[in-house]
């Protein structure tokens, strides 16, 4: 199948909405079934689609069930009973439970194909919904053996349709690979985060792009992360484990460096030298644009004022030099109406880059 005309989708938070304007782009018609009326009303009105009838109504080629990990199971029960979709799938982030659920509920399971979107953001609802994100992402689905080949290919269609990168994967495998690379970041993320909630603020006047870049996903709605972690709470728990030692092991380490003599002090501390360089590895392997092998840029670092337009003169520039900004951040100065954008870029094109902008009138450090 390469063509989904019709889509039910259940539940209009932040990623059924997304799939739905998503979909809308491409001329899909959507229509839209939350519990909440006003968060339905407001995907309405963002023209996500339309409100599913309370009345039954002709089956739709695929329901997306957006819907927490716990009520995937009842919700695809409901759903089949009511002979809404031909196919349906879900876009939880957490899949043998609700492969299990589907399977203790009597579900039909010839046209169940699990999924999961990963992306997102920070904030929730069908507010912070957005058509492109899914562009380029990693888009899991973990097809049970009772699955139709029809069933798989409508669903293949539909995350080709968001523009996700399909991978196939076995459910056990998706849960133990996203504590790793997901839900378990989320929780240290929020360990960290939780030392600044009673911070003084003297410290948080120093808080810089380190802290901001570690804590960014603590940010996210406690309620829906306590209900990921519920439903893939071992997995996450032997992650934490692993992580807690290596924590547990530095501390101990730098305490006893405090009172040994520089000597042992030297040796003691290469342990955590070791951590460090582990991180180091571990960070490499992450996939690099497009999915492909981590990419090494250089960074050019260009201090811009506060004010409407500064990116866009910065990006223009960029253009006429004929380099390509492979990704951006910004470090703001605290109490100052200026900041430092730091633009990555294949290292042949940082001092191209550099040399246009100080043309342009930009402060930009000397390169090392």
């Known amino acids: 199948m390469t063509e989904i005309p019709r889509v039910a989708v259940v539940g209009t938070g932040l990623i059924g909405t997304s799939v739905a304007l998503a979909l809308r782009e491409r001329g899909t018609e959507v229509l839209l079934s939350d519990r909440d009326p006003a968060v339905l009303a407001l995907a309405v009105e963002l023209g996500a689609g339309a409100v599913l009838p309370d009345e039954p109504v002709e089956p739709v080629d695929v329901a997306v069930l957006a819907v927490p990990p716990a009520a995937v199971g009842r919700t695809l029960l409901e ?8 196919v349906y799938t879900d876009v939880a982030s957490v899949k043998v439970r609700p492969v299990l659920d589907a399977v203790e509920l009597g579900c039909d399971l010839r046209g169940y194909v699990p999924g999961h979107p ?20 990693p888009w899991a689905l973990c097809p049970t053996e009772a699955a139709s080949a029809e069933a798989v290919g409508a669903v293949e269609a539909l995350v080709r349709a968001c523009g996700a990168e399909l991978h196939h994967i076995d459910p056990i495998e998706h849960d133990q690979a996203v504590a790793l690379v997901s839900h378990g970041p989320h929780v240290v993320a929020a360990a960290v985060a939780a030392r600044l909630a009673e911070a003084p603020p003297a410290a948080l006047d120093l808080a810089g792009q380190g802290v901001r870049d570690v804590t960014r996903i603590a940010a996210s709605d406690p309620a829906l992360w306590l209900d990921i972690l519920t439903a893939n709470a071992a997995p996450v728990a032997e992650v934490l ?3 807690a030692g290596d924590l547990a092991l530095a501390a101990a380490m730098l305490r006893a460096t405090s009172s040994a003599g520089p000597d042992v002090a030297e040796v003691i501390m290469q342990k955590v030298g070791d951590l460090l360089a582990r991180g180091n590895t571990g960070r490499a392997r992450i996939p690099g644009k497009h999915g492909g092998r981590p990419s090494r840029y250089a960074h050019v670092q260009v201090v811009i004022s506060d004010r409407p337009g500064e990116l866009a003169r910065i990006f223009e520039a960029a253009g006429h030099a004929g380099v390509n900004i492979e990704d951006v951040s910004i470090e703001h100065s605290p109490g100052l109406p200026v900041g430092v954008a730091e633009l990555s870029v294949q290292p042949e094109t940082a001092e191209t880059l550099a040399a246009a902008l100080r043309d342009r009138g930009w402060s930009v450090p000397v390169l090392p």
């Open 79 to 86: 759903a089949q009973k009511r002979g809404l979709a031909r």
């Open 118 to 137: 990963l992306a997102g953001r920070e904030r929730s609802g069908p507010a912070a919904a957005r058509a492109d994100l899914f562009l380029g992402r």
């Open 241 to 243: 484990d692993a992580v």
